[in-house]
């Protein structure tokens, strides 16, 4: 169901017909208005009438400030409140490709809602930036706002930085305090956030910043640091390879995704093919260096003490713990039954 009442080709029909034939044509072939979408540019109208492309540019702007003038124009004032009622509505600012498709998917409706936008006194367009996609306001006061606030909210956000939706929405929430209650809903926000270049969410949802290997994931070791962030807790790489192809649409051998986490420092095997991130906390290396690092870390310990120690840290059964215990080369018991780090 259509978001507007008017049909955007029948009000641009009788606007342009106010112009002379040579301006309709520039303004058909500008906007994408006839049979063929796509819009030419200023060079490609000029070769084709064998004018130069600020003459072009000339009858465009002249075509504009026409139809601006004409009764024709007057005529549709219902038509261009209702389509500030709507981007009201949506935030006052709005990403250009998104306001289109919110109102049609089609198009040809798309490049003559854009022609509306144009024309309508009431609509800013501020082009694509560094920071900001193409966007299009009804109040400067609320873009100047909500802009500003996406720069501190991605000034706030490090490289490694991973947030939930609802941690990204509230985050931008606190930038945007002096922005009108009407505004603060999550549909808005989410629309708002949408207008940066600078942040972005990944596949699995998570927000961060656009340079992060978090959100611009480029290889099966990013892919798989998503994958096992999200589980939760140690996975075996043949699920993560798995869960690659699920979710990122990737191939991935489960060989080529065990040898690619045995290299990364970021993950930490703990188990038979169970890995784990390094930010957990799990000590990296194999058991008998886990348990030097625990004897180390407390002083002389008991079996029983080691045992509970070392599987918080890896997945093994207490046998292999007790063969490594007893490895003299490593480790030396003492007259109270405590182990310590063999000289």
Known sequence: MSTITFKPKQITKRLISVLPDRAQEVIISRYGLGKETKRMTLEAIGKKYGITRERVRQIENYAINNIRKSDAY???????????????????I???????????????IQNHLNLILVLGEGFTKQKEDDDFKHRWHVNKEISDKVETSLHKL???ISNNDL????????????????????YKNEEIIRRWLSLSKKIAKNPLG????????????KGMRDYAFLVIRKHG???HFTQVAKTIEKVFKKRAHVATCHNELIKDPRF???GRGLYALAEWGYMSGVVKDVIRKIIEKNGALTKEQI???VLKERYVKENTIMVNLQNPKFFKKDKEGKYAVAI
């Open 206 to 217: 998570e927000w961060g910043s656009v340079n992060s290997p978090n959100i611009k994931t």
């Open 307 to 309: 045992i509970e120690k």
């Open 268 to 270: 930490v095997l703990v």
């Open 74 to 92: 007057a005529k549709e004032k219902a038509a261009f409140a209702e389509l500030e009622t709507l981007l009201h509505s949506l935030g006052g």
């Open 94 to 108: 709005v990403v250009e490709e998104e306001l289109l498709n919110h109102i049609s998917k089609d198009k040809s």
């Open 163 to 182: 947030l939930s939706e609802s941690e990204i929405v509230n985050n931008f929430l606190e930038h945007l305090k002096d922005v009108s209650e009407q």
């Open 233 to 235: 807790s140690p996975i």
């Open 154 to 156: 991605y000034k706030s």
